[in-house]
């Protein structure tokens, strides 16, 4: 069983509230980034069907390449979406240390599952932006040479 | 006013512990991607001014302003979330100030969320700016009516 109550002081209370509306609006970025993926991702696919569709080899590609890069950017989506979902949560479980003192504790517990699995995302995405970005300098250097 | 003492030891189990050093560990690994990143976003700006020194030179100190000021930006976030992580860190192997680190590493994560917020704030702003920007120089490029 755990603490009911931890007493945080005012001023740490307040940057729990603070946490939690910075969290909302980068939730609520997440939600519309999403919904453009969504967008991008239906007006590629819609390109790569009719591209596929066309006589010539190379439009037959460029089609399926767009298909391929569709689907890509609606996983991207997807992952911006599940990422809002649990800032949405643990915002909740942190208001909820501020506003009641029945579960404190538990709260805190279930605000940082959330962030755990946030951070291990944020993680995976950030070694793979810093593959591409050094994949991306080593190829400027070799083509220099 | 609040006078009560802040807790030393918050009684958590062995799940709660694995679970909040399982965050802490995450945020100081993502702590250091996002420096590399700086560190990297900074030698790319290097790289593409000596392999491209053609370009102009504002353009070239635009770049290079762009690539710092990202990196400061990366840096900051980097250190907050090495540091909130550490303090996460510290609720789990000691039991001497669990509240204090608490609120230390809640402090941080706040400051992460806010620099995050204000950056995309920015952006929204530098996009719009660029867009009215545009749509002007558009206007006035444009031939004028004919009478």
């Not at chain 1, 990422?83 to 915002?91: E, P, S, T, Y």
């Not at chain 2, 590399?36 to 000596?50: E, K, N």
Request: a negative charge; charged letters at 10%.
């Amino acid at each position: 069983m755990g603490v009911a109550r931890i007493p945080f002081t005012q001023a740490e209370e307040s940057v729990l509230g603070q946490l939690g509306g910075w969290m909302l609006f980068i939730a609520i970025v997440h939600f519309i980034g999403a919904a453009l993926a969504l967008l991008g991702s239906c007006l590629l696919l819609a390109g790569g069907a009719i591209g596929a569709g066309a006589a010539s080899e190379l439009g037959a590609g460029m089609g399926i390449m767009m298909a391929v890069m569709g689907v890509i950017v609606f996983l991207a989506g997807g992952i911006l979406v599940y990422q809002g979902i649990l800032l949405v949560q643990a915002r909740g479980s942190f208001q909820a240390v501020v506003t009641t003192d029945h579960a404190d504790q538990a709260h805190l517990n279930a605000g940082f599952q959330k962030l755990k699995i946030f951070f291990l995302i944020e993680v995976v995405l950030g070694v793979l932006g810093l593959i591409g970005n050094t994949g991306q300098i080593v190829a400027l250097v070799v083509g220099q040479l | 006013m609040n006078h009560e003492q802040p807790m030393n030891e918050i009684p958590f189990d062995q799940s709660e512990l694995s679970n909040i050093a399982t965050m802490a560990t995450l945020m100081i690994v993502a702590g250091v991607i996002t420096i590399l990143s700086a560190v990297v976003g900074i030698a790319g700006a290097v790289v593409g001014v000596a392999v491209a020194p053609g370009g102009a030179m504002g353009e070239v100190a635009g770049n290079m302003c762009g690539a710092l000021l990202g990196a400061l930006a990366s840096l900051a976030l980097g250190v907050w979330l090495i540091v909130g992580g550490n303090a996460f860190k510290r609720v789990v192997q000691t039991d001497e100030a669990d509240q204090t680190h608490l609120a230390t590493g809640l402090r941080q994560l706040r400051n992460v969320f806010l620099l995050k917020s204000v950056l995309i704030i920015l952006a929204i702003c530098l996009v719009c700016v660029l867009a009215i920007a545009g749509a002007a120089f558009a206007g006035m490029s444009a031939p004028g009516p004919s009478y």
